[in-house]
């Protein structure tokens, strides 16, 4: 009787176990929706000044990727706290005797479109840094993610499972 007892509460803590976990996906699904799928884009990332772009699959983790609109992060009430008014910054083509600078941002508990303005302050940050050590009182800038650049006043942005990336290119 006992065994009959073990064997009917083994079967029923299965059963319950299983039913706990039948409403999540498993990390290989979350991966494959996140890896570059043109349907995947959240509910914020559609609306206001980023949007989702499909991207090639990842190797491993997570790598979405937005176009972010960059005159709505350097008008931004952020940009006001964060950068030096005393450097003047412009987006678009950049000419000759360029810099690099790749710049991240915590993604955490973060919409896309905060994380990926937050990383694009910090690169924009970075070459003001540089053109007040330099004695320049300008810089120009444009996204550089993978050596490709991106007109019409977007920058691209990629997250990744803890945090966002934004290249740039400029000069000062």
């Known amino acids: 009787m006992s065994k009959k007892i073990t064997a009917l509460a083994c079967a029923g803590f299965a059963a319950l176990a299983l039913s706990a976990c039948s409403g999540n996906k498993a990390p290989s699904e979350e991966r494959g929706a996140a890896a570059g799928s043109a349907t995947k884009p959240a509910a914020s990332a559609t ?35 964060v950068l030096d008014p005393a450097i003047r910054v412009s987006y678009g083509n950049v000419g000759a005797n360029t810099l690099t600078s790749r710049q991240v941002a915590n993604a955490v508990g973060k919409t896309p479109e905060e994380t ?20 320049s009182k300008s810089v120009r800038v444009i996204s550089y993610f993978d050596k490709k650049t991106v007109g019409g006043g977007q920058y691209e942005c990629h997250i990744g499972t803890w945090n966002s990336r934004v290249v740039l290119k400029g000069n000062l």
């Open 47 to 81: 609306a206001g000044n980023c949007r989702s772009i499909p991207t090639p699959a990842p190797t491993k983790g997570r790598n979405d990727a937005y176009l972010c609109s960059a005159s709505a992060a350097l008008n931004s009430a952020e940009a006001k706290e």
């Open 116 to 135: 990926c303005q937050r990383a694009f302050l910090n690169t924009v940050k970075r070459f003001q840094t540089t053109a007040a050590q330099r004695g």
